[in-house]
């Protein structure tokens, strides 16, 4: 283990490119999930019909291949992204398209007495999910998307074959530099396991906070 401390610069190195990583491939699936998902109620049916053929896409296709797609393939088409662009892209689009379909499933969930409600009071589409429908379906959506944010973390390992310099590739270079292949895996696992927390954490904790809200406002109902 004494060797594996040698190596602790780069693996905070390769801890924080994997934060950065699970961060901006979370900004980027979140705004997709948003957008697929509301799209799926659009009144234009080009605009649903284009919603479900992106979420069949990548739902049914591997991230993995969808990430070398956009590494290796697209360049031969003159599109050329950096590795960590590629990486965040990949997993982004891939999760959002999951992240889809738990907004679309939190709003349907929401009783159809506030549909309603909402057409009585005469509010235009937007209004309907902007004031109504969308607060009441987030705190529906926290957990699910708290699992996906997990997934995403653990997605993030195969960007190292896209030479991404993340705490699975720096294990790798460890591994070869020292010959040890227990103590470098030990080490990121333990990582991975206490971003994982922090994660989990974070999202109990905005669990907490919109279902207080959202009881504090069938309170003032009442």
Known sequence: ????????????????????????????????????????????????????????????????????????????????????????????????????????????????????????LNYSNYQRFRYVLIPQAIPVMIPTFGNLLIELLKLTAVASLITISDLTFMSQIIRVQTALTLEPFLVILVIYFIIASVLVWFTKLAERKFSKGRHTAAAKEV
């Open 1 to 120: 283990m004494q060797e594996i401390l040698e190596y602790t610069p780069i693996l905070i190195t390769g801890t924080i490119t994997t934060i950065e990583l699970t961060l901006a491939s979370a900004v980027l699936a979140l705004i997709v999930a948003f957008t697929v998902g509301l799209s799926r109620f659009s009144r234009l049916r080009v605009v649903r019909v284009a919603a479900v053929i992106y979420l069949e896409f990548f739902r049914g296709t591997s991230a993995i291949v969808q990430m070398f797609f956009m590494f290796f393939v697209l360049p031969l088409f003159g599109v050329t992204f950096p590795p960590l662009v590629a990486g965040i892209l990949a997993c982004g689009l891939n999760l959002g398209s999951y992240g889809s379909e738990v907004v679309r499933s939190a709003i349907l969930s929401v009783g159809r007495g506030q549909h309603e409600a909402a057409l009585a």
